[in-house]
């Protein structure tokens, strides 16, 4: 029997009713509610609200919306559809700044549109449906092929430490980061999980623990500043995470927290992996420091999830969503293709050629 999991299409395209339909991933763990969108507003609002989330999963929701938003469209010359194309493709893109998915997708989106020169509106609209069709389909395959390649680094019984959620729900299926730990519960390896709370969203507790709990792996939940201790006591032997940009030197951009996680690994001398979906590449950011992070709003850390406030009012806060680790303190970067090392710049556009 499959995992129940594994199973969990977080994004669905209900082409019949023009529905986007999400798994509104801030109701977890207590609520499994589907959300049904047509408004392109809503898509948006989604996106920016964390309801879908994860690099992969984003990417794949905005070609559904950007093909649903154009579908509305009345135009029945190719040129009219692709000026509202290009309206709805500009703002689902400015739903959120960090995970280079978003942009990929709708990049991709426009690609397939401009081929389709020539054609009625209806065969573009036909095109643009198999497009997203196909870049949901094929990251179920990236992911189960990161996951092969990640396994093939680990021994069973390790104990492994990840931080936010790069999961089933962040992805098509499978995940990046807990892709080898679907695919070793399956083949019996019997890992430790630690998943790291991660403040101020809580990825890790209420979606990491709650996808592991469920499949049934061995998983312990821990505070942000926990993962040292755990690390000293022994009981990490790899470290594993998503991304949300990752540069072509090698500096990566994950949720808040990664870089503090990767410079405790280097530090006891434990193998840290960024799991990276090649869509999650951006070979046009030299360095991390092309990378744009996401700020977001102070309520996040003061007063969200708590019954009252938990910091003074008005107090200044400061919520990137997202730090970059730097090159030098990864092991390596586990793609579809292959697992890229160090030197980044030379390993990662060899990657792409596979
Ligand atoms: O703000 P989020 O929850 O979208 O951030 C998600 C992450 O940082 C994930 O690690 C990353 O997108 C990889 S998901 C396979």
Same mark, same amino acid.
């Given at each position: 029997?499959?995992? #129940?999991?594994?199973? =969990?299409?977080?994004?669905? !395209?209900?082409?019949?009713? /023009?529905?986007?339909?999400?798994?509104?991933?801030? *109701?977890?763990?207590?609520?499994?509610?589907?959300?049904?969108?047509?408004?392109?507003?809503?898509?948006?609002?989604?996106?920016?609200?964390?309801?879908?989330?994860?690099? #992969?999963?984003? @990417? =794949?929701?905005?070609?559904? @919306?950007?093909?649903?938003?154009?579908?509305?469209?009345?135009?029945?010359?190719?040129?009219?559809?692709?000026?509202?194309?290009?309206?709805?493709?500009?703002?689902?893109?400015?739903?959120? #700044?960090?995970?280079? %998915?978003?942009?990929?997708?709708?990049?991709?989106?426009?690609?397939?549109?401009?081929?389709?020169? $020539?054609? /009625?509106?209806?065969?573009?609209?036909?095109?643009?449906?198999?497009?997203?069709? *196909?870049?949901?389909?094929?990251?179920?395959?990236?992911?189960?092929?990161?996951?092969?390649?990640? *396994?093939?680094?680990?021994?069973?019984?390790?104990?492994?430490?990840?931080?936010?959620?790069? @999961?089933?729900?962040?992805?098509?299926?499978?995940?990046?980061?807990?892709?080898? =730990?679907? *695919?070793?519960?399956?083949?019996?390896?019997?890992?430790?999980?630690?998943?790291?709370?991660?403040?101020?969203? !809580?990825?890790?507790?209420?979606?990491?623990?709650?996808?592991?709990?469920?499949?049934?792996? +061995?998983?312990?939940?821990?505070? +942000?500043?926990?993962? &040292?201790?755990?690390?000293?006591?022994?009981?990490?032997?790899?470290?594993?995470? @998503?991304?949300?940009?990752?540069?072509?030197?090698?500096?990566?951009? %994950?949720?808040?927290?990664?870089?503090?996680?990767?410079?405790?690994?280097?530090?006891?001398?434990?193998?840290?992996?960024?799991?990276?979906?090649? &869509?999650?590449?951006?070979?046009?950011?030299?360095? $991390?420091?092309?990378?744009?992070?996401?700020?977001?709003?102070?309520?996040?850390?003061?007063?969200?999830?708590?019954?009252?406030?938990?910091?003074?009012?008005?107090?200044?806060?400061?919520? #990137?969503?997202? +730090?970059?680790?730097?090159? /030098?303190?990864?092991?390596?970067?586990?793609?579809?293709?292959?697992?890229?090392?160090?030197?980044?710049?030379?390993? !990662?556009?060899?990657?792409?050629?596979?």
């Amino acid at each position: 029997m499959e995992n #129940p999991v594994t199973v =969990i299409q977080s994004v669905k !395209l209900d082409d019949e009713n /023009s529905k986007l339909i999400l798994l509104d991933q801030t *109701l977890l763990p207590n609520e499994t509610v589907f959300l049904e969108l047509t408004e392109m507003e809503d898509v948006w609002d989604a996106i920016y609200q964390l309801k879908v989330r994860g690099a #992969p999963a984003i @990417g =794949i929701a905005a070609a559904y @919306g950007v093909y649903l938003g154009t579908k509305k469209s009345n135009a029945e010359t190719f040129e009219a559809l692709f000026e509202d194309f290009k309206k709805v493709k500009d703002y689902l893109a400015s739903s959120r #700044p960090t995970a280079v %998915n978003l942009f990929w997708a709708l990049n991709r989106m426009e690609d397939r549109f401009k081929s389709e020169e $020539g054609k /009625s509106a209806a065969e573009v609209k036909a095109a643009l449906k198999e497009e997203a069709e *196909l870049i949901r389909a094929e990251d179920e395959k990236i992911c189960e092929s990161i996951g092969e390649y990640a *396994l093939s680094l680990l021994e069973p019984g390790m104990g492994i430490l990840t931080h936010c959620n790069a @999961g089933t729900i962040a992805t098509a299926k499978y995940g990046t980061a807990l892709a080898p =730990i679907y *695919l070793g519960q399956e083949r019996g390896y019997d890992f430790k999980v630690y998943a790291d709370e991660t403040r101020p969203l !809580l990825q890790g507790a209420r979606l990491t623990a709650w996808e592991l709990q469920q499949a049934g792996v +061995d998983v312990t939940l821990i505070c +942000d500043n926990m993962s &040292s201790i755990v690390m000293k006591e022994g009981k990490i032997q790899a470290v594993l995470v @998503g991304c949300d940009r990752v540069a072509e030197n090698g500096d990566t951009a %994950n949720k808040i927290g990664t870089s503090g996680v990767a410079i405790l690994a280097k530090h006891y001398n434990i193998p840290f992996y960024v799991c990276a979906p090649l &869509s999650t590449v951006d070979l046009d950011c030299k360095t $991390g420091e092309d990378i744009h992070i996401e700020l977001r709003p102070s309520e996040e850390i003061t007063s969200k999830w708590y019954e009252k406030p938990m910091a003074p009012q008005d107090v200044k806060t400061y919520n #990137p969503a997202f +730090d970059v680790t730097d090159h /030098s303190l990864i092991t390596g970067i586990i793609t579809e293709n292959g697992i890229a090392y160090a030197p980044f710049t030379e390993s !990662l556009p060899k990657m792409f050629k596979k």
